[in-house]
């Protein structure tokens, strides 16, 4: 049969693979799914719909019922209470009972009610004296359930009177008792009256209105009226009936014993009425009430054992200026201003207000950063760093930051920690393991400190933790017994959440201990440190410089912070508790104190060089060093006094051998050539020198000399004339007599102070000696000037302090340890801040600070006018000199270099050590050439020669044969080329023994002919050496 085209007689085929009747069972069991959940929702909306209607129909019939009520009521009592007396407060009465039913804040006629009521109970209690009669009559305990039920809801009323109204009654919020005719005075005095601590339902009522949320209640009424000009109030010196009823209700809490329900945190005083900005301000008297024993004890105890769990329930209803946890931290440290100074402050609340301010000062935004003047400088945060951007959008109001760094005072840190530490000696218990109250203490401090470290202006708090606090021999004597001890104690719970369980237990103390030891060393005299031993012994600190040793290469080399976390716990914005981040901050101002320390010891040893080296440095890491972007590379930037004098050279001279190579120092052909006059050396050099490029100067220079008769001198630069010349310009250029540098008493070098008064170009030459410094240490050319010790640490940036200043003028340093330690009336010796300079017999006179003519020197700001002398002398009057100095010294010498190493090295490397040749090293050292060997006859005699000669000719041969009076820093192996020996006549002639000794510099080599005595060799070698005849000997 053939195809029609009709295809309905074809057997449909489902290709699904399950029947027709499967899919209609599950399409119709979803319908009836569906159809089930919407008959549930029509039942849900009616039963909503339903409870709608009768909570609408119930409150309609209470508000009419409160109407009739309301309408009885004024017709037997009045509108105005004119029927009332004093029977109608008494349990028979029904006048409360149908106030309290209908009254609703909302409506201005229950409100004159209420104040009338209240205006009349004042009354009657006053009268008779006796207000629990006027409520409960003749017996209370009988009727104690309807009395207390009754006052406790006029209470309520009263507050949820004054609090919907607050905005029509803003400007009376704040009125006294004295003012009696206001709705607000009458309303808060009968709370006040009622819950008086004397009558015995205080404990219900007050309880009452905590449920009830009364502080919140409080809360805004406070900020309304705030808005308000109140300074009449509070500048009057009376307490507002507001304030009056605040004291009563925080009063209750001390009351033992205390049947008061427990209330959720977020509604407590602490989170509603101490997070006001500026409290105190508006309640002094409640400040001086809860600073008392125990209301203070009680609310701060109560904090630190619920703030880390309740911070986020502080209101923040205010501005971003004011965030809860910023006020409450404010009012906190102010009220303990005032509680610190109470004979009965207990150690358990110094614990318990350093954990609480630890915890507020934590999250708070750093008042370091938030300042408008540092503001742009500081919010330059990694892009990575991205969990603090918040932090750095939040900036506090300048009062609040002030009242917080205000608080903080030197007085606040003075009794604090003399409270802590008061039963801790800092002689006792040495050899004992630290007891419970000892590390409660430390860890309180230490937490406390940190966070305040991190938050505040340091200058504001150091100088009294450093001198009027135990706190250095105290944690001195903690972190030396844990150490002996091998054992160190962790931080209480309190404290737990700054740490993780495995961070070492040394940060903290370390943290607080360095910065603040570090501040008293910049202020301590050579006499204190060295010779009375204070505040530690030398024994001490040798044991200091252990532990901090141990500790940063811990922190920098064994488990090192990742570089994402340094750069984050480094901005000024950022303030994690994570342990990356204080282990950055602990490497920091341990490597700080442990340079420190390293210059004392350079003043006057007392340890061996060797105790700042760290155990674990290795010819991998200085391998390592060398490279940029390595740890070893990060700990010779931050630490260099880690690793060894003699291998921080070496990295040095790698470095720039490495520059001197990429700019073509050993290139045939030499494009700077210079003429130089030897009796024009100076200005010859300067002319020529100054014309050249930064880039020039890092190549090679070659120079042709031009003696007194205008004869170039024989000789062709290798190398060894550039070294003469080198030697006799800087001779030349840094001698006093040149008016640049002025000598000290132990004949060191410095800027001349009135150089300006000789040269018009003083500035431009200070520059060019600056180029002439960094050129000779560029090319390796050791040069016999010794600089002092305070211009050396210009060249590192850094700042002189008063213990430089004996090697400027002892003098004057004796006389201001005179007056440091002055114990009369300094002021009868009438000095002011002023400081008189006498510079080639001209006197001038410098205010050391705007004002000083007119500001006398006195016991109290001694310390500061000692400072300020020594700052003039040590930085002011030389700072034009050292910066133009040390801007030409850049040009060539990195700053990264030169920070590798201290004054006292920097020294070294500029002159070399000033002991004497080492003739055995020499020797050892040795090529020669010609036919002479080392245990040639000539070559002994030699030896012996130089071994018996003075140092000065020592000297002079060193120059003679490499053109430079000093040695390699590191030793004759570093000589390059070494130093060679060479026959000078192939016959012993007589011809050839009347010959000089001759030198090629730029080769390190002595043409010595084959003398035939010792006498002969030294009387000709002494003729060479002090010819002076420039390059013509050779």
Not at 515 to 541: A, T
Not at 656 to 675: D, I
Request: hydrophobic share 40%; aromatic share 10%; proline share 4%.
């Amino acid at each position: 049969m053939f195809f029609s085209g009709d295809p309905s007689n074809r057997k449909r085929v489902d290709l699904g693979g399950r029947s027709t009747k499967e899919r209609d069972r599950q399409k119709l069991l979803e319908q009836t799914r569906l159809e089930r959940n919407r008959r549930l929702w029509l039942r849900q909306q009616n039963l909503a719909g339903i409870k709608i209607q009768k909570c609408f129909r119930g409150r309609k019939v209470v508000a009419a019922e409160r109407s009739r009520v309301r309408q009885e009521f004024y017709g037997k009592y009045g509108t105005l209470c004119q029927n009332v007396d004093r029977n109608c407060f008494g349990v028979r009465s029904e006048f409360l009972r149908e106030l309290l039913y209908f009254f609703d804040a909302r409506n201005a006629g229950d409100i004159s009610t209420l104040v009338e009521t209240c205006r009349l109970l004042q009354q009657f209690a006053q009268d008779s004296g006796n207000i629990v009669g006027l409520f409960a009559g003749m017996d209370y305990l009988y009727n104690h359930a309807l009395v207390d039920y009754r006052v406790k809801q006029l209470a309520h009323i009263c507050l949820k009177a004054i609090h919907q109204n607050r905005n029509q009654m803003k400007n009376q919020l704040f009125a006294t008792p004295e003012e009696p005719s206001t709705s607000t005075t009458v309303l808060l005095e009968a709370v006040v009256l009622l819950i008086n601590p004397k009558l015995p339902w205080v404990c219900k009522t007050v309880g009452y209105l905590l449920q009830n949320k009364a502080f919140s209640l409080f809360r805004e009424i406070v900020l309304t009226g705030k808005q308000e000009n109140i300074n009449s109030y509070t500048c009057s010196g009376k307490v507002s009936s507001l304030e009056r009823v605040l004291v009563f209700m925080i009063s209750h809490t001390s009351f033992k014993p205390c049947i008061c329900p427990n209330i959720d945190s977020q509604w407590s005083f602490s989170s509603q009425i101490l997070t006001i900005p500026f409290l105190w301000q508006l309640f002094p008297y409640l400040k001086e009430v809860f600073a008392s024993k125990g209301l203070f004890e009680a609310y701060l105890h109560l904090m630190a054992c619920c703030i880390q769990n309740d911070a986020n329930v502080l209101p923040n209803d205010i501005s971003n200026e004011f965030p809860g946890y910023g006020c409450l931290l404010g009012n906190i440290l102010e009220s303990a201003g005032v509680a610190l100074s109470l004979p009965d402050f207990s150690f358990d609340m110094a614990v318990d207000l350093a954990a609480v301010a630890t915890f507020l000062l934590e999250v708070l935004p750093s008042m370091k950063s938030s300042n408008r003047e540092t503001k742009e400088s500081s919010m330059q945060v990694d892009d990575d760093a991205g969990v603090g951007d918040e932090l750095v959008e939040i900036v506090l109001n300048r009062d609040l930051e002030q009242q917080i760094c205000d608080a903080i005072d030197p007085r606040f840190l003075l009794q604090l920690t003399n409270v802590l530490f008061g039963g801790i000696s800092s002689v006792n218990y040495l050899h004992n393991d630290p007891d419970d109250r000892e590390v409660a203490a430390v860890g309180a401090a230490c937490a406390f400190l940190h966070v305040t470290f991190n938050s505040l202006p340091l200058e504001r708090i150091m100088t009294v933790l450093a001198y009027r606090t135990e706190l250095v021999p105290v944690l001195w004597n903690f972190m030396k017994r844990c150490h002996e001890k091998q054992k160190w104690t962790s931080l209480s719970l309190q404290f737990s959440y700054l740490l993780s369980g495995d961070a070492p237990g040394w940060l903290f103390p370390l943290a607080v201990f360095c910065p603040v030891y570090k501040h008293m060393l910049m202020i301590v005299d050579n006499e204190e440190f060295y010779e009375q031993e204070k505040p530690l012994s030398l024994e001490d600190i040798r044991c200091l410089i252990i532990i901090l040793r141990q500790a940063l290469w811990q922190l920098l080399w064994v488990n090192p912070t990742t570089s994402n976390t340094v750069k984050f716990g480094t901005n000024a914005n950022t303030k994690g508790h994570t342990v990356e981040v204080l282990q950055h901050r602990v490497s920091v101002v341990a490597s700080e104190l442990l340079s420190q320390l390293q210059d004392w010891n350079n003043r006057r040893q007392f340890a061996p060089p060797s105790d700042f080296h760290a155990d674990g440095v290795n010819e991998f890491f200085i391998s390592q060093a060398v490279i940029e972007n390595t740890r070893a590379n990060d700990i010779l930037k931050q630490a260099p006094f880690l690793v060894p004098f003699t291998s921080r050279v070496k990295i040095f001279t790698s470095q720039l051998a490495a520059v001197r190579q990429k700019h073509g120092s050993h290139a045939v052909y030499t494009r700077n050539r210079f003429r130089i006059r030897r009796d024009r050396i100076l200005e010859d050099a300067y002319n020529q020198m100054s014309a050249l490029s930064e880039e020039d100067l890092r190549g090679p220079i070659r120079v042709t000399f031009v003696n007194e008769f205008g004869v170039e001198e024989a000789g062709i630069d290798g190398g060894g004339i550039f070294k003469d010349f080198m030697e006799n310009i800087t001779r030349a250029a840094f001698d006093v007599q040149y008016g640049l540098f002025k000598e000290t008493a132990d004949h060191l070098l410095y800027p001349n102070p009135g150089s300006g008064m000789i040269h018009e170009q003083h500035l431009q030459f200070f520059h060019f000696l600056g180029i002439l410094l960094a050129k000779a240490m560029f090319e390796g050319i050791l040069v016999d000037i010794p600089f002092a010790t305070f211009f050396l640490s210009k060249l590192k940036q850094k700042y002189n302090y008063l213990n430089d200043l004996p090697s400027l003028d002892p003098e004057l340093y004796r006389h201001l340890i005179f007056l440091k330690h002055y114990k009369g009336d300094i002021s009868d010796l009438e000095l002011y801040f002023v400081i008189v300079n006498n510079e080639y017999g001209e006197q001038t006179e410098e205010e050391l600070l705007p004002g000083g003519k007119n500001l006398r020197v006195t016991n109290e700001n001694v310390i500061t006018f000692i400072h300020l002398v020594a700052n003039h002398r040590l930085n002011f009057q030389i700072r034009q000199q050292s910066s133009h100095f040390l801007r030409g010294f850049q040009q060539l010498i990195q700053k990264e270099w030169i920070d590798m190493f201290n004054e006292h090295e920097l020294q070294l490397l500029i002159s070399g050590s000033l002991a004497s040749l080492d003739v055995d090293d020499l020797r050892v050292n040795t090529n020669y050439a010609g036919g002479y060997h080392s245990e040639h006859y000539v070559i002994e005699m030699l030896w012996e020669v130089l071994k018996n000669f003075s140092l000065e000719d020592q000297k002079k041969f060193l120059k003679f044969v490499t053109g430079c009076s000093r040695g390699p820093l590191l030793g004759f192996r570093y000589l390059e080329p070494l130093f060679c020996i060479q026959r000078a006549a192939g016959s012993a002639s007589e011809e050839a023994l009347d010959r000089l000794p001759t030198s090629a510099t730029c080769m390190n080599l002595l043409k010595l002919p084959p003398y035939r005595s010792k006498e002969q060799l030294e009387k000709k070698l002494l003729y060479a050496i002090n010819a002076d005849a420039g390059f013509d000997l050779s």
